[in-house]
């Protein structure tokens, strides 16, 4: 059998990519979990939950720190219009890093213009996605904060930016 060599321009290590999902999960966690004081067991088992997705991101354990968060919003106060547009991005940078990084063995390294394009993605997906955040907030009757509307159109205005200025082809 014959051995293939692909050159990559700027490769990154599999390890920075499964690192980077196990960071957003956290983060999606952290913010999921803002102001309410879960128990310790239950912190231990999300903490590792977060690391089993770094180490073994095929089993799409990613879907479980999802899952995760959706448990804390729920049991917890109806979140500000900040938090839930916080959530919508971060919940779908939780499950395409999850998934990119289900591609990756330790060794494998990734081009740098894969991940870009597939931010674009995530960017086009995401100004449509914040606007119907706001719309369900503010029909799930929270009340929005001074200055919460404009922060949002800014927010929805970054992302829109973002999917226009990343490069479209990696």
């Known amino acids: 059998m014959s051995e293939v060599t692909v050159e990559l321009v700027r490769p990154l290590p599999a390890w920075s990519v499964r690192g980077v999902a196990g960071l957003l999960g956290a983060a999606t966690l ?7 004081r879960p128990h310790p067991l239950l912190v231990a088992g999300l903490v ?7 180490v073994i991101p095929g089993l799409g354990l990613a879907a479980l720190v999802v899952l995760g968060a959706g ?6 106060d109806p979140p500000a219009l900040g938090v839930v547009m916080l959530l919508v991005l971060l919940v779908h940078l ?15 390294r990734v081009e740098l213009g ?9 960017a086009t997906v995401q100004v449509g996605a914040q606007v119907l955040a706001v719309v369900a907030t503010v029909l799930g009757g929270v ?3 001074d200055g919460d509307l404009w922060r949002a159109v800014a927010l929805v205005a970054v992302i829109a930016a973002a999917a226009l200025l990343l ?3 990696p």
């Open 30 to 36: 952290l913010v999921a979990f803002a102001g309410s």
């Open 48 to 54: 590792a939950l977060v690391v089993a997705t770094v």
């Open 71 to 76: 448990a804390g919003v729920v049991a917890g």
């Open 94 to 108: 939780t499950l395409w890093s999850g998934a990119l990084a289900a591609r990756t063995s330790w060794r494998t």
């Open 114 to 122: 894969v991940v870009v394009h597939g931010l674009r993605d995530v």
């Open 143 to 145: 009340a929005l904060g």
């Open 167 to 169: 490069p479209r082809q």
